[in-house]
Structures are given as structure tokens and as C-alpha cells.
């Protein structure tokens, strides 16, 4: 790219992100219903799981790690493990990849499932079956199923409890701009649980 197309490109997209930010004041009660579900699961010690492919799953890390090492929640991320993740893949199938590992670890109601996914999958068109079938899997236990995704029509937003669905500005850089927002709430979340560690214990 010339300079100049460079700095129309740059500019273009950080422009997108504000009027990202703009349309998202909207959503601040799920940010609010969401934080409420983790406090109460590090109160209570339940789990908290991460699943997402690519950067979902890279933001997926990254998440756990904030939250078990500075909010003390049991968080883990279900692509860490490379050879259960792979062995999974190759004898059940990618879609099977989430959801055997919870069925193993013995996921139940008082567990939270999180999905950071551009589309947050589509059982009618086979798309991020894993992310379905894991989805499917938490509302069955009866857990919470929360999420940033891409797409309001997506399976993860259709039939989550707490989903942020990241406002669509530019289609050409949908997947740019929901993977960056991923990290971004995951942080603020964190920053929130992190400040009200004293709440649960001075109500009760």
C-alpha cells in the first residue's frame, strides 16, 4: 500500500471501532447480566469455560488466565490442551471437540460456558459445529451460556443467556473488529470482578 492509502486504511478502521463503541452503550446490560453471572460463580466456586476456535480460541487463553489469576474464578479454556483437543478431533470429529470435554470434566448447571466466535455458529448451515454442540450441550445441563459474537443470527446470540453481539459496520472487517472486541470486554470484565472481590463477602 502507498502512504497515503495506509493512513486512509488506518483511519478507516479506527473509525469503525468508535462507532463501535457508540452502538455498544446499548448493550451495557448484558456487560452488567454477565458480570453478575462470573461473580457469582467465583462466590460460589463454580467453573467457567472458554471455547471459541482461532482468535476466539486465542482470546479464549487469554480470558482464563485473567480471570483464574486475578479474579480467583476457576476459568479454563477448552483449546488449551493440544493433545486432548487433537485426539478428540482425530477419533470423534471437530465437532465433538467442546462438548466431550465438558461431558469428561462433568459440566453442569453450575458452570458457565463462554463463546468468543465471529458467527457464534449455525446448526442449519454445519458452521462451527463444535460451537453449536457445546452450546446446545450447556442449555441442556441448564448452565449459562454467555459470548461475544459477530452475528445477531448466529446460533451463540439465538440461544445464549448473556451475548454481546458486536455492531456490524463494516462487513469486510467483521471478524477484525468482533476478535479485537473479545479481548477488549474480557479486560473490562476482569477490571470490574477485580474491583467488587469485597461485594459478595460484605452481603453475606
Known amino acids: 500500500m502507498k502512504e497515503a492509502t495506509l493512513e486512509l486504511f488506518f483511519k478507516g478502521r479506527l473509525m469503525e471501532m468508535g462507532q463501535i463503541a457508540k452502538e455498544l452503550a446499548g448493550q451495557i446490560g448484558i456487560l452488567e447480566k454477565m458480570a453478575e453471572i462470573l461473580e457469582e460463580a467465583r462466590h460460589y466456586g463454580h467453573r467457567l469455560f472458554f471455547c471459541g476456535v482461532g482468535g476466539g480460541a486465542g482470546n479464549g487463553t487469554h480470558a ?12 479454563a479454556c477448552l483449546t488449551d490442551n493440544v493433545p486432548t483437543v487433537t ?29 468468543f466466535s465471529v458467527g457464534g455458529g449455525d446448526a442449519e448451515r454445519n458452521i462451527s459445529a463444535n460451537i453449536v454442540e457445546a452450546v446446545k450441550y450447556a442449555k441442556e445441563k441448564g448452565a449459562h451460556v454467555l459470548g461475544v459474537v459477530g452475528k445477531a443470527d448466529g446460533y451463540t446470540a439465538r440461544n445464549g443467556d448473556a451475548v454481546i453481539v458486536v455492531p456490524t459496520v ?20 476482569t477490571e470490574v470482578l477485580r474491583q467488587r472481590s469485597a461485594k459478595w463477602e460484605s452481603v453475606t
Open 64 to 75: 482464563a488466565g485473567d480471570l483464574f489469576k486475578s479474579c480467583r474464578i476457576k476459568a
Open 87 to 115: 485426539a478428540i478431533t482425530n477419533d470423534e470429529g471437530w465437532s465433538r471437540v467442546f462438548v466431550d470435554q465438558l461431558d469428561i470434566l462433568g459440566f453442569g448447571p453450575d458452570d458457565v460456558l463462554f463463546v
Open 170 to 189: 463494516n462487513p469486510d472487517y467483521r471478524t477484525t473488529h468482533t476478535e479485537s472486541l473479545q479481548g477488549y470486554i474480557a479486560h473490562l470484565l
